[in-house]
């Protein structure tokens, strides 16, 4: 489903949907015509948390979710390191990259490289809630421990693109005092830039506010007489779950920790 900035709403509260946001997107898949109140489309989560119609589209979402992993699996694409009926850790060899799959919340959480994956094993597996409760060593996972529920809540990194006129981009760089100096591998806070000199993109998937991040790429487009910065940019992405299915997800975590280290 295609986002477009600055145009594509929350079904529930109307409000515009960036990447930067934490999001969910409901999907047409055969089934949820049936649901009553159930709209397609990209929604924030909180929003779609208060949807009436969220636990039948869950119950649709995990057969489909259940059913693309294992399509994936006959591919060279997605190997399945562990899975039961609740959660999925797989690895997709192309990217090196890891996924832990929410089946029935209809989530998931990225994790990079093997490193972080072990890093967020060791933290998840850790003995108390006092030490769940405290940033992992890389300050990317965090639980808040409720009465009836923990809220996982899991800093991820995603690409937000930003174009500025060749005046822009040389006014963001004397803004910082670089000269002409290349930005890539820089971290730029565009929404200061824009708030403190007045530079404006002319495209940008997100609020300037919320690009702030490293330059990993500059992009020069001389017959448009633009300049495209691509940064890294954190955001936070919220996973609810009930006492009960925190134990159950440790315990799949251990089986799959057992599954990668042979």
């Not at 991040?213 to 890294?232: A, C, D, H, I, N």
């Not at 919220?238 to 006492?243: E, G, P, Q, R, T």
Request: net charge neutral; with cysteine.
């Amino acid at each position: 489903m295609l986002l477009r900035p600055g145009f594509t709403k929350c079904p529930v509260c109307d409000r515009f949907v960036y990447v930067t946001d934490d999001l969910f997107t409901v999907r047409n898949w055969a089934g949820t015509e049936d649901i009553p109140g159930c709209v397609p489309g990209i929604y924030h989560y909180e929003c779609f948390r208060s949807a009436e119609f969220r636990i039948a589209y869950l119950s649709v979402n995990e057969h489909q979710m259940k059913e693309n992993l294992a399509e994936q699996k006959q591919s060279q694409f997605l190997a399945i390191n562990a899975a039961d009926d609740e959660f999925a850790l797989a690895y997709r060899p192309l990217v090196e990259e890891y996924t832990l799959y929410f089946h029935k919340l209809g989530r998931e959480i990225r994790l990079n490289d093997r490193a972080q994956l072990e890093k967020f094993l060791d933290w998840a597996l850790s003995g108390s809630q006092d030490d769940l409760a405290r940033p992992d060593p890389a300050r990317r996972s965090l639980m808040v421990f409720g009465p009836e529920e923990v809220r996982l809540e899991f800093t991820e990194s995603l690409e937000v693109q930003a174009e500025y006129s060749w005046a822009g981009y040389l006014g963001i760089l004397n803004w910082l005092k670089l000269g002409k100096a290349n930005l890539v591998g820089r971290f730029v806070d565009l929404g200061r830039a824009q708030r403190e000199a007045g530079i404006k993109p002319q495209s940008i998937a997100c609020p300037a506010d919320n690009a702030a991040g490293t330059v990993r790429k500059v992009e020069s487009m001389e017959q448009l007489q633009l300049v495209r910065l691509y940064l890294s940019v954190e955001t936070v992405k919220k996973i609810y779950l009930s006492h009960p299915e925190l134990e159950r997800l440790r315990a799949f975590l251990r089986r799959a920790r057992s599954a990668i280290t042979g």
